[in-house]
T-cell receptor, first 115, second 118 residues
């Protein structure tokens, strides 16, 4: 089974702090994703990476950056946290290899509160 | 543009009732993939099914069944004899395709919250 692990289930930080959310997958997937989920807005893609050191902006990248130094790890960085970044953050990964559109596999999510 | 619409925001049923979750999609492509995910209260999205546009056979897996109708651009999900453990948010998603082909990204609907009461 694919395992996508997010470093924290719950996190509380202060406005202005630099926040790191870590995600690790154990199935050698090329693609990795960061989403945020808010009530009434569904899942929104923040950033996407299709290979080491490669990244692509999603629908809502403002205020975020990402890092993919190793294939298994994809980090989301809030450069200067603000209260409107309080949300549920979900990491996912998927395989390119066997043709298009392999399903994405998700972590448990990190519920981040910015005070 | 591609789009997925789940018009039902919330559904509440009593245990053992059958319930259908609607999903309507928009795409100009002839080849595409559709997905359903379940998000229980614990938070993790769990992959349920993938269907490609050439396979219009309905699929059944235990109490779950999926009805794919290209003519109406719908991919509906039915739970038969619902149980309390089915309470979750359910997402329908469509593969994203650009001029360069599949991007690997998914376009998600807004989700339908299903509450099954005992």
């Amino acid at each position: 089974d694919v395992k996508v692990t997010q470093s924290s289930r719950y996190l509380v930080k202060r406005t202005g702090e630099k926040v790191f959310l870590e995600c690790v997958q154990d199935m050698d997937h090329e693609n990795m994703f960061w989403y945020r989920q808010d009530p009434g807005l569904g899942l929104r893609l923040i950033y996407f990476s299709y290979d080491v050191k490669m990244k692509e902006k999603g629908d809502i990248p403002e205020g975020y950056s990402v890092s993919r130094e190793k294939k298994e790890r994809f980090s989301l960085i809030l450069e200067s946290a603000s209260t409107n970044q309080t949300s549920m953050y979900l990491c996912a990964s998927s395989l390119i290899g066997r043709g298009p559109n392999q399903p994405q596999h998700f972590g448990d999510g990190t519920r981040l509160s910015i005070l | 543009a591609q789009k997925v619409t789940q018009a039902q925001t919330e559904i509440s049923v009593v245990e053992k009732e059958d319930v259908t979750l609607d999903c309507v999609y928009e795409t100009r492509d002839t080849t595409y993939y559709l997905f359903w995910y379940k998000q229980p209260p614990s938070g993790e999205l769990v992959f349920l099914i993938r269907r490609n546009s050439f396979d219009e056979q309905n699929e059944i897996s235990g109490r779950y069944s999926w009805n794919f109708q290209k003519s109406t651009s719908s991919f509906n999900f039915t739970i038969t004899a619902s149980q309390v453990v089915d309470s979750a948010v359910y997402f329908c998603a469509l593969s994203e395709i650009t001029g360069s082909g599949y991007t690997g990204k998914l376009i998600f609907g807004q989700g339908t919250t299903l509450q099954v009461k005992p």
